[in-house]
């Protein structure tokens, strides 16, 4: 090979190695990149707070109950107090405590099937509404002058005197209020009444300004009968009263005086878990935990991407060094050559 050639030959040799070199930074240079992204991606994997379950002890909590007769009091509260009554009593609690009353309610039903039927009047027989199977009365039927508490106007009037104060919207209480108020009897012609399977008398319009009278329903059978009739119902019903708490060694309370009462009362504890509560602490974790798991597989999932990409570039890389390798070789031999053909051009100028 001559001289001109050889050098020919190195000058790209040397080009090649470059570009190699150059290449092999710029992988480096990615493969940093992608470390760099792995490093990231690891410490918000760290970063991230595991969800824990809820534990039902969270839950449960002591609660207090006395028997007052035959009654089950349950306290609902317990606050530390410091207060004397007139009588010198020190009181260092305030409580709060659910107990069941009765009352006397106005009540509504909703028969969405009425079955409202008029009879007509036949004969010496007046005309009258059905409801079903049950034949209704006018309550202007009823005997007015007998208003003992055991006659039927005087349980009728207290019956509709409840409803009109727990449903005063109603055209049954408007009715009944214009009565009671202002005397008109004629709008007692516009109530009807019957007594149903569980022996409670219900009271209903004859017509309305809504779409749930008597006419009504009569008309359309699609439409819902709405009566009312009064009852005692037992709800429960929160009291709150000073009182003075006894407690043992390990701090439970033991007894109760209730404020204005001598009677001491024996505590009763049971451990509660509110349900409803665990129940959403338990749904709010698996849906965190859930969360939780898509954010691990999508960071494993863009790791194990990253960790294609560098192994792709890894094996470029190895590539490369082949290669370099190969072109420092030639380069090498090349050089030879030159130093050669050199060496023997100045030898024949010397002879």
């Not at 020190?90 to 409202?116: A, D, L, M, W």
């Not at 008109?184 to 399977?197: C, F, G, M, P, S």
């Amino acid at each position: 090979m001559g001289l001109a050639a050889s050098q020919a030959r190195w000058v790209a040799l040397a080009a090649r190695k470059s570009n190699v070199e150059y290449e092999g930074q710029q992988i480096n240079q990615a493969r940093t990149a992608l470390a760099n992204q792995s490093s990231e991606l690891w410490n918000q994997l760290y970063a991230m707070e595991v969800p824990t379950a809820p534990s039902t002890s969270e839950f449960t909590s002591t609660q207090y109950t006395f028997e007052n007769g035959d009654t089950t009091q349950t306290i609902t509260d317990i606050q530390s107090a410091e207060y004397t009554d007139a009588d010198g009593i020190n009181y260092n609690s305030y409580i709060t405590y659910s107990t069941k009353i009765s009352e006397y309610k106005g009540i509504r039903n909703t028969n969405s099937n009425p079955q409202v039927q008029y009879v007509a009047p036949a004969g010496e027989t007046e005309g009258y509404y059905m409801v079903g199977t049950k034949k209704l009365s006018c309550l202007n039927t009823v005997d007015k002058t007998d208003t003992s508490k055991e006659s039927s106007w005087g349980t009728y009037s207290a019956a509709l005197d409840q409803i009109a104060q727990d449903w005063p919207d109603t055209q049954l209480a408007k009715d009944w209020l214009d009565y009671k108020n202002n005397g008109n009897e004629a709008v007692l012609d516009n109530i009807y009444l019957w007594t149903d399977n569980n022996n409670k008398v219900n009271f209903v319009s004859k017509t309305s300004s809504t779409n749930d009278s008597l006419e009504a329903c009569r008309q359309d059978a699609t439409q819902a009968l709405h009566s009312y009739y009064a009852d005692y119902q037992t709800t429960n019903k929160e009291i709150s009263k000073y009182g003075v708490i006894e407690y043992d060694s390990s701090g439970r309370a033991t007894s109760l005086q209730l404020e204005g009462s001598s009677v001491v009362y024996s505590l009763k504890a049971s451990s509660v878990t509110d349900e409803n509560a665990y129940n959403d602490a338990m749904n709010q974790y698996n849906y965190e935990q859930q969360l939780y798991e898509k954010k691990v597989q999508d960071i494993n999932a863009r790791t194990e991407q990253i960790q294609t990409e560098d192994r792709t570039l890894e094996l470029r890389l190895k590539a490369l060094d082949t290669e370099q390798n190969a072109l420092q070789t030639e380069m090498d031999a090349v050089h030879k050559i030159i130093s050669k053909n050199i060496e023997s051009t100045f030898k024949t100028f010397e002879s």
